[in-house]
């Protein structure tokens, strides 16, 4: 008979979304007044831009004409895409990446989870904790994460690093030896962003030991602050050492339209191979590209009237992310992030477990959160709260929680 694998039944049940959304549906059931307000969606909210729109009208309009029509593309995108990408992202900032250096694709999640297959399954892997649990479970599944240890909530074979108040939410490379590392910034859950300091000590660590930065920067648009750098790219040594993950979902709000890309320098080599070779061959044989016309809408915000009306959106979450941060911390609550992202982590007062600060926030104050606990073991204490929902409700939910402290 055939074998499953059985790394897929070590997965605790996805438990964190699935258990806020029962929850809510829940507390709708039995208050059916209360007018719940989500704090805790991940999803932009903000429809896409006139110019990504025009750019992909115009697109269909080619695909509907003989002359103009396009089967499958290349799968490591058109090289429109790649080469607006290499000047927009990077020669911009004056960081040389070049378009065969980019590999366009449908996800930043799909693409931080197929990486392991260019990797070794005996490497040693490490996350940051709370963390993005598609780097976790993507290693479990591939059997890189050992047993997983129900009462820890945390794999054993998998570094957990400590991301907490005591280190601003952003870790320092291990003493000992790991061979995968992930690193996310500007943070989910957290908020929190990586200096400049700090990630060329990774880079130099990586370096020094032959580990793999794996780099999700998929909210690189919020960041505002000026040390704070937009690609690990600008890191004397990154070439070396790092992979880059990017995504436009939450850049010009393509969640639903899905796009990415993930860079692999040139330079990078482990045992004599380039990770740019293995990628490219991971991608040829398992994915057949993104479809033209959304490559074409990516495109377009690479234009300067692109670039200003994606901005605005940004704006108009950062204003959100003010809004709640600004509002809980003069309640005389403690928070964390929403500068640079938007996501703000804060912190339970009194204490409080998350799960139990989520219940009594929606209770009283009729706000849906995420609790920290469900992103690891140190999210405990913490709830997480997202700027991506309309103005007013942002408003709304803001007042109500500081009522509940008054
Ligand atoms: N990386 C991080 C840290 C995220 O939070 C998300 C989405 O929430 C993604 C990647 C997924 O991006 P994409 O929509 O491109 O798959």
Known sequence: MVKVNENFLKLPGSYLFSEVARRIRVYGETHPGAEIIKLSIGDVTRPLVPAVITAMHSAVDEMGTAESFRGYGPEQGYEFLREAIAQGDYAARGVNIQPGEIFVSDGAKSDCGNIGDIFGVENVVAVCDPVYPVYVDTNAMAGRAGEYQEELGRWNRLVYMPCVEENGFSPDPPKGHVDIIY???????????????????????????????????????????ENVPHTIFEIEGARTCAIEFRSFSKTAGFTGNRCAYTVVPMELERGGV????????????????????????????????GRAQIMANIDYYRENARVIREGLTKAGLTCFGGVDAPYIWLKTPDGVGSWDFFDQVLDRANVATTPGAGFGPSGEGYVRLTAFGGAEATKTAVERVCGMFR
Request: net charge positive; hydrophobic share 40%; aromatic share 12%.
């Open 183 to 225: 690193l996310c910034s500007p943070n989910n859950p957290t908020g929190a962003v990586i200096s400049r300091e700090k990630l060329k000590a990774w880079v130099d660590y990586a370096n020094a030991s032959g580990a793999v930065i794996l780099y999700d920067s998929a909210y690189e648009a919020f960041i505002t602050s």
């Open 274 to 305: 380039k990770l740019n070779t293995l990628w490219n061959r991971r991608q040829c044989t398992k994915f057949n590209g993104v479809p033209y016309v959304v490559q074409r809408g990516a495109a377009a915000i690479y234009t300067s009237e």
